[in-house]
């Protein structure tokens, strides 16, 4: 196959670029609404997002994890088994995204107060659970479109998405409302809902183009005479869903116990909440930032690895597996020495009178681990292997969580850079030693 027809060359650079401009827009939002509604209105905005992140944790990735792998695998040979997944899949995560908006409905008040610890949140629930059937939807088509290796819609959607959110919040300006975070909230649903309408109208022309649309007509003889469908379902989504709650849940804990190990370290709390901050809102969206391209290229690997597995391809697999964690290192090492040699001038700039260029030459020596451990994962991912990255995540977390309550507080924030970086390399570590055996075993 030549090289420019390549669908994971293809693909990966409709989603680098739709990642790229999606981070800029991103970006430039999030500095307009500081503007617009203040440093604590946009603080209520983002308290939310934890529950929005739990919520799509069970009904939104790995679903579509699930559908992008086994369209892979049947797509060309099995068309019907294909469609048979992805409907399975479709529904179940339907009805998980309703039943969860439903009781957020229902318990928002509850959920704002002890859970978010902040009442002001009641009001901006309901938004979110608007937003989680919208989402699950637009995860589920994007699976299926990563699946026939057609990353063009999904990344478009994604542009479309956060687009839509800057136009509601701009026509809402200068109709000269009296702008607040309520405003931001109905701006997110406007993005979600442009993003499910694109995304449903295009997938459905398409079946209709392909004349498959007949076939995608529920059949409910087929489903409850084979559980086939279901079984396999649940092996390789409950191991996506609990890594994505766990990691949430994680996360949320670590927010809380940073500024809290640095203040026994003897800063003060303004001290320890802003350099909390210049790490989390500044200088690790620089050393993420590379991941719209090598991110890009694992969401496309994922089915190609698949359907090499199912097709029993294996000197394929030896050969992509070799060559994108190859160019995911060498990516990092570029972007190392970049941040290394001109970390503290690009902090400076982009970021004047802060923390952000120190942290950032600093935090350079990750950026190799981190590209390179996503294509791990992704392989792994195709392999059917997602409980093997589950519990190597979740261990890692446990460490880096460990290492941020028990020696922070004597070593500062030098320690929890150190603890970034021995989790990265264990997490490079052990999922590079589980693909090699894989590898191994099977001979590849």
Same mark, same amino acid.
């Given at each position: 196959?030549?090289?420019?027809?390549?669908?994971?060359?293809?693909?990966?650079? *409709?989603?680098?670029?739709?990642?790229?401009?999606?981070?800029?827009?991103?970006?430039?939002?999030?500095?307009?609404?500081?503007?617009?509604?203040?440093?604590?209105?946009?603080?209520?905005?983002?308290?939310?997002?934890?529950?929005?992140?739990?919520?799509?944790?069970?009904?939104?990735?790995?679903?579509?994890?699930?559908?992008? %792998?086994?369209?892979?695998?049947?797509?060309?040979?099995?068309?019907?088994?294909?469609?048979?997944?992805?409907?399975?899949?479709?529904?179940?995560?339907?009805?998980?995204?309703?039943?969860?908006?439903?009781?957020? =409905?229902?318990?928002?008040?509850?959920?704002?107060?002890?859970?978010? =610890?902040?009442?002001?949140?009641?009001?901006?629930?309901?938004?979110?659970?608007?937003?989680?059937?919208?989402?699950?939807?637009?995860?589920?088509?994007?699976?299926?479109?990563?699946?026939?290796?057609?990353?063009?819609?999904?990344?478009?959607?994604?542009?479309?998405?956060?687009?839509?959110?800057?136009?509601?919040?701009?026509?809402?300006?200068?109709?000269?409302?009296?702008?607040?975070?309520?405003?931001?909230?109905? $701006?997110?649903?406007?993005?979600?809902? $442009?993003?499910?309408?694109?995304? +449903?109208?295009?997938?459905?022309?398409?079946?209709?183009?392909?004349?498959?649309?007949?076939?995608?007509?529920?059949?409910?003889?087929?489903?409850?005479?084979?559980?086939?469908?279901?079984?396999?379902? *649940?092996?390789?989504?409950?191991?996506?869903?609990?890594?994505?709650? +766990?990691?949430?849940?994680?996360?949320?804990?670590?927010?809380?116990?940073?500024?809290?190990?640095?203040?026994?370290?003897?800063?003060?709390? +303004?001290? $320890?909440?802003?350099?909390?901050?210049?790490?989390?809102?500044?200088?690790?969206?620089?050393?993420?930032?590379?991941?719209?391209?090598?991110?890009?290229?694992?969401?496309?690997?994922?089915?190609?690895?698949?359907?090499?597995?199912?097709? %029993?391809? *294996?000197?394929?697999?030896?050969?992509?597996?070799?060559?994108?964690?190859?160019?995911?290192?060498?990516?990092?090492?570029?972007?190392?020495? =970049?941040?290394?040699?001109?970390?503290?001038? &690009?902090?400076?700039?982009?970021?004047?009178?802060?923390?952000?260029?120190? *942290?950032? %030459?600093?935090?350079?020596?990750?950026?190799?681990?981190?590209?390179?451990?996503?294509?791990?994962?992704?392989?792994?991912?195709?392999?059917?292997?997602?409980? /093997?990255?589950?519990?190597?995540?979740?261990?890692?977390?446990?460490?880096?969580?460990? &290492?941020?309550?028990?020696?922070?507080?004597?070593?500062?924030?030098?320690?929890?850079?150190?603890?970034?970086? &021995?989790? /990265? &390399?264990?997490?490079?570590?052990?999922?590079?030693?589980?693909?090699? %055996?894989?590898?191994?075993?099977?001979?590849?």
């Amino acid at each position: 196959m030549k090289l420019k027809s390549s669908p994971i060359i293809t693909g990966t650079f *409709y989603l680098c670029i739709a990642g790229i401009i999606t981070r800029l827009l991103g970006f430039v939002y999030r500095v307009w609404l500081g503007n617009l509604i203040g440093p604590e209105e946009l603080g209520i905005y983002q308290l939310v997002f934890p529950v929005f992140s739990i919520c799509l944790a069970l009904c939104g990735s790995p679903f579509q994890t699930a559908i992008s %792998k086994f369209t892979a695998e049947h797509a060309l040979n099995k068309p019907e088994k294909a469609r048979m997944y992805f409907l399975t899949a479709f529904l179940i995560s339907f009805i998980i995204a309703i039943a969860e908006g439903i009781l957020i =409905l229902l318990f928002r008040s509850q959920i704002a107060i002890f859970f978010l =610890l902040n009442e002001r949140c009641t009001q901006l629930l309901p938004y979110i659970a608007i937003c989680i059937p919208l989402s699950a939807v637009h995860s589920c088509i994007s699976g299926w479109y990563y699946g026939i290796q057609n990353a063009s819609v999904p990344a478009f959607s994604n542009i479309l998405e956060q687009t839509i959110r800057m136009l509601f919040v701009f026509f809402l300006v200068q109709s000269q409302v009296d702008f607040s975070v309520i405003h931001v909230c109905l $701006a997110l649903a406007a993005g979600e809902l $442009a993003a499910f309408l694109f995304s +449903s109208f295009m997938f459905f022309c398409r079946q209709i183009r392909k004349k498959n649309i007949s076939a995608f007509k529920w059949r409910t003889r087929s489903f409850h005479a084979d559980s086939e469908y279901l079984r396999n379902l *649940y092996r390789l989504t409950w191991p996506l869903a609990a890594n994505r709650l +766990s990691l949430s849940f994680l996360q949320s804990i670590e927010a809380v116990m940073i500024p809290s190990r640095l203040i026994l370290f003897g800063l003060s709390e +303004s001290l $320890a909440l802003s350099l909390y901050g210049t790490l989390t809102g500044m200088a690790m969206n620089f050393i993420y930032f590379p991941t719209a391209l090598t991110g890009s290229f694992s969401l496309l690997l994922l089915p190609d690895i698949a359907q090499a597995w199912n097709e %029993k391809r *294996y000197a394929h697999i030896r050969k992509a597996s070799v060559l994108s964690i190859f160019a995911a290192f060498f990516t990092g090492l570029l972007f190392w020495l =970049l941040f290394l040699c001109f970390g503290i001038e &690009i902090g400076q700039l982009c970021f004047p009178g802060t923390r952000t260029g120190e *942290y950032l %030459k600093t935090l350079s020596w990750l950026c190799p681990f981190i590209y390179s451990n996503g294509i791990i994962v992704s392989i792994l991912h195709g392999l059917g292997r997602t409980a /093997q990255t589950f519990w190597t995540q979740f261990s890692a977390y446990l460490i880096r969580l460990a &290492i941020t309550v028990f020696l922070v507080p004597f070593y500062g924030m030098t320690c929890y850079f150190i603890a970034l970086l &021995i989790t /990265q &390399i264990y997490l490079n570590l052990v999922n590079g030693a589980a693909l090699s %055996k894989i590898l191994a075993l099977n001979h590849i």
